[in-house]
């Protein structure tokens, strides 16, 4: 039964951002929601994302060359220090099959495309709006002045991240409403079973990738189910929980330390007043002695 179940997961190699963004107008939306342009028309636009049948151990989300840049998008729920290097393996595939028909050996430069790397994050851990993932961390040995590098840029699409990204792509916006609504039922429920048929009927009810959705609303499902990952999913929960432990006792911290601070002034000043009511009462008794004698 086992084995059943991990050999049909292997044979499944599509996810919901490949199948969203398989068609060249979806992508150039997405180009131009990135990248801060306007283009209107998909001619020269060129898709290169790596064919499943041939690369069964190398699948990239989507990747296409458009105004002379070669763009690899990926989407990723979990935090993935080891993108740069995958993504090398994806354009050096993606770059051998561009340059087939070059002749490498000749003084003639041969250019090509420039690359560009971005993933799309929206897992359950905490991240900026946007941060940088550098080959050259992997290294074994820390170099200043790497000779080999790759950046990725990790956006993050998670609630109240990049709005203006979002803003400017409704399929991505949509995607990410999606993935928001599948999070929040599974912390709910705790079944990634539930959760996703969930979201998927309120998704279509409430206007949200409504088409694509009700077209593709089995496979869909199958396919966010088989990309959840349940025990990252806990161990991210109880990193966050640990998190959350740790902030809270920070704070528990600062409320002591504000508590003990004003016990301190409080004392501080009780002395005072003591030292104060003891210098009068000493005048008293200076005054009165002096008249005795």
Same mark, same amino acid.
């Given at each position: 039964?086992?084995?059943?179940?991990?050999?049909?997961?292997?044979?499944?190699?599509?996810?919901?951002?490949?199948?969203?963004?398989?068609?060249?107008?979806?992508?150039?939306?997405?180009?131009?929601?990135?990248?801060?342009?306007?283009?209107?028309?998909?001619?020269?636009?060129?898709?290169?994302?790596?064919?499943?049948?041939?690369?069964?151990?190398?699948?990239?989300?989507?990747?296409?060359?458009?105004?002379?840049?070669?763009?690899?998008?990926?989407?990723?729920?979990?935090?993935?220090?080891?993108?740069?290097?995958?993504?090398?393996?994806?354009?050096?595939?993606?770059?051998?099959?561009?340059?087939?028909?070059?002749?490498?050996?000749?003084?003639?430069?041969?250019?090509?495309?420039?690359?560009?790397?971005?993933?799309?994050?929206?897992?359950?851990?905490?991240?900026?709006?946007?941060?940088?993932?550098?080959?050259?961390?992997?290294?074994?040995?820390?170099?200043?002045?790497?000779?080999?590098?790759?950046?990725?840029?990790?956006?993050?699409?998670?609630?109240?991240?990049?709005?203006?990204?979002?803003?400017?792509?409704?399929?991505?916006?949509?995607?990410?409403?999606?993935?928001?609504?599948?999070?929040?039922?599974?912390?709910?429920?705790?079944?990634?079973?539930?959760?996703?048929?969930?979201?998927?009927?309120?998704?279509?009810?409430?206007?949200?990738?409504?088409?694509?959705?009700?077209?593709?609303?089995?496979?869909?499902?199958?396919?966010?189910?088989?990309?959840?990952?349940?025990?990252?999913?806990?161990?991210?929960? *109880? %990193? #966050? /929980? +640990? $998190? &959350? @432990? *740790? %902030? #809270? /006792? +920070? $704070? &528990? @911290? *600062?409320? #002591?330390? +504000?508590?003990?601070?004003?016990? #301190?002034?409080?004392?501080?000043?009780?002395?005072?007043?003591?030292?104060?009511?003891?210098?009068?009462?000493?005048?008293?008794?200076?005054?009165?002695?002096?008249?005795?004698?």
């Amino acid at each position: 039964m086992a084995r059943r179940k991990s050999s049909a997961k292997r044979n499944y190699k599509d996810s919901v951002f490949r199948k969203l963004f398989s068609d060249k107008e979806s992508l150039l939306s997405l180009y131009n929601a990135v990248n801060e342009t306007n283009y209107e028309s998909t001619e020269g636009l060129q898709i290169t994302t790596l064919d499943n049948a041939i690369y069964i151990h190398m699948k990239n989300d989507v990747s296409f060359v458009f105004q002379s840049r070669l763009q690899l998008y990926e989407h990723q729920s979990t935090i993935n220090p080891n993108l740069p290097l995958r993504n090398l393996f994806y354009a050096v595939d993606v770059l051998h099959t561009i340059t087939r028909d070059f002749n490498l050996y000749t003084t003639k430069l041969q250019k090509i495309p420039t690359p560009g790397f971005v993933v799309f994050y929206n897992g359950i851990k905490e991240q900026p709006d946007r941060s940088v993932l550098r080959l050259s961390d992997l290294f074994e040995v820390p170099t200043d002045r790497p000779e080999l590098e790759l950046t990725v840029t990790q956006l993050n699409i998670n609630a109240g991240h990049n709005r203006e990204l979002l803003s400017r792509c409704r399929i991505l916006n949509e995607y990410a409403m999606f993935n928001d609504k599948v999070q929040r039922y599974l912390r709910e429920s705790g079944d990634i079973q539930k959760a996703v048929p969930k979201a998927i009927d309120d998704c279509i009810e409430e206007g949200v990738l409504t088409d694509f959705l009700s077209r593709e609303k089995a496979e869909v499902k199958a396919m966010t189910i088989y990309e959840f990952n349940q025990e990252q999913y806990d161990r991210d929960l *109880r %990193e #966050e /929980g +640990r $998190e &959350e @432990g *740790r %902030e #809270e /006792g +920070r $704070e &528990e @911290g *600062r409320a #002591e330390e +504000r508590l003990n601070t004003e016990r #301190e002034r409080k004392r501080a000043e009780e002395a005072e007043a003591q030292l104060e009511a003891s210098q009068a009462l000493l005048e008293k008794y200076k005054a009165q002695f002096g008249e005795l004698q």
